[in-house]
């Protein structure tokens, strides 16, 4: 499994930006796709998550209503739409895929946000 994220940027506190992970290498219909992030000097933490199945989806609190995950099963990709960002939202973002048994064993390569106030 591949998994390639993109769309980090600079923008100001207030705005929007919308990551993407495009995924290839498998059938994802078990999988759970996800977006991580970690800021410096913290530890990484989980954002959000969406089934392939069913489109049922998870938020850490600090981001509920604001960000929202989806997917596009024609394009094998995962979209993390960050709306009202916050400083605290700056961190370099990790999309990440699991299944049934496994911790996330696949992750890609960071996109970095940085939020200026």
């Known amino acids: 499994v591949q998994l390639q994220a993109s769309g980090g940027g600079l923008v100001q506190a207030g705005d929007s930006l919308r990551l993407s992970c495009v995924a290839s290498?498998?059938?994802?219909?078990?999988?759970?796709m996800g977006w991580f992030r970690q800021a410096p000097g913290k530890e990484r933490e989980f954002v959000a998550s969406i089934r392939w199945s069913d489109y049922i989806t998870s938020y850490v609190d600090s981001v509920k209503g604001r960000f929202t995950i989806s997917r596009d099963n024609a394009k094998n990709t995962v979209y993390l739409q960050m709306n009202s960002l916050k400083p605290e939202d700056a961190a370099v973002y990790y999309c990440?895929?699991?299944?049934?048994?496994?911790?996330?064993?696949?992750w890609g390569q960071g996109t970095l946000v940085t939020v200026s106030s």
């Open positions: 290498g498998r059938t994802f219909r078990s999988y759970i």
């Open positions: 990440a895929a699991t299944y049934p048994g496994t911790n996330w064993p696949y």
